[in-house]
């Protein structure tokens, strides 16, 4: 069956620390990887997705078929980048998605 | 903001009675999704639709029913409303996908069942 796992609740840094938002997933088929944002008091929205290989607002992600994982870093984090993010696989038109993860980046 | 509305915004309800959440786009994409959102487990979906009239389950369907019969609207009904059922319900949309495959998300409607 298919899941997706983000170990932490919560990651707290200050401004300019680097960020890694940790995500694995179990899935039998090929992976198609997403990460989804939501800032406060917005819709959730696409940040970026690993089919792409793009950078978006600083972030990136790669896709690691060994390890199943999907982490998403920022080298150095921003006040603004403090949401909920949350790690989605694609199976068939549907989504699963992890639990999420709170990051606070402190001043 | 892609155009997806959800009504009620926000909806207190007491036990045992039923609730209707309605989602509306304008976007005439095929997929409607419905999910709702509780601390510790995410987005978990509820039902989904690919099309008017056609509808399946999600993982967490129990106590839930969908309707579709029109391509804009999706509707999500608690026949019966429980207090386990308290959480914030988020309608999705998505295209036919490929490449470019991004689910759509609604405002959220916050429902309280007391």
């Known amino acids: 069956a298919q899941r997706v796992t983000q170990p932490e609740k919560l990651l707290s840094v200050f401004k300019g620390a680097p960020v890694e938002l940790k995500c694995n997933y179990s899935y039998s088929g090929s992976p198609e990887l997403f990460w989804y944002v939501q800032y406060s008091r917005q819709r959730l929205q696409l940040l970026l997705r690993h089919i792409s290989r793009e950078s978006i607002k600083g972030f990136t992600a790669d896709l690691n078929k060994g390890e199943t994982s999907f982490h998403l870093k920022k080298p150095f984090a921003q006040e603004e980048d403090s949401a909920m993010y949350y790690c989605a696989l694609k199976y068939g038109n549907k989504l699963v998605f992890g639990a999420g993860t709170i990051l606070r980046v402190k001043s | 903001d892609a155009g997806i509305t959800q009504s009620p915004r926000h909806k207190v309800t007491e036990t045992g009675t039923p609730v209707t959440l309605r989602c509306h786009q304008t976007?005439?994409?095929?997929?409607m999704y419905w999910y709702r959102q509780d601390p510790g487990h995410g987005l978990r979906l509820i039902h989904y639709?690919?099309?008017?009239?056609?509808?399946d389950k999600g993982e967490v369907s129990d106590g839930y029913s969908v309707s579709r019969s029109k391509t804009e609207d999706f509707l999500l009904t608690l026949e019966s409303a429980t207090s386990s059922q308290t959480s914030v319900y988020f309608c999705?949309?998505?295209?036919?996908?490929?490449?470019?495959?991004?689910?759509?998300f609604g405002p959220g409607t916050r429902l309280t069942v007391t």
């Open positions: 976007e005439n994409h095929r997929y």
């Open positions: 999705a949309i998505s295209g036919s996908g490929g490449g470019t495959y991004e689910q759509y």
């Open positions: 639709s690919y099309g008017v009239k056609d509808t």
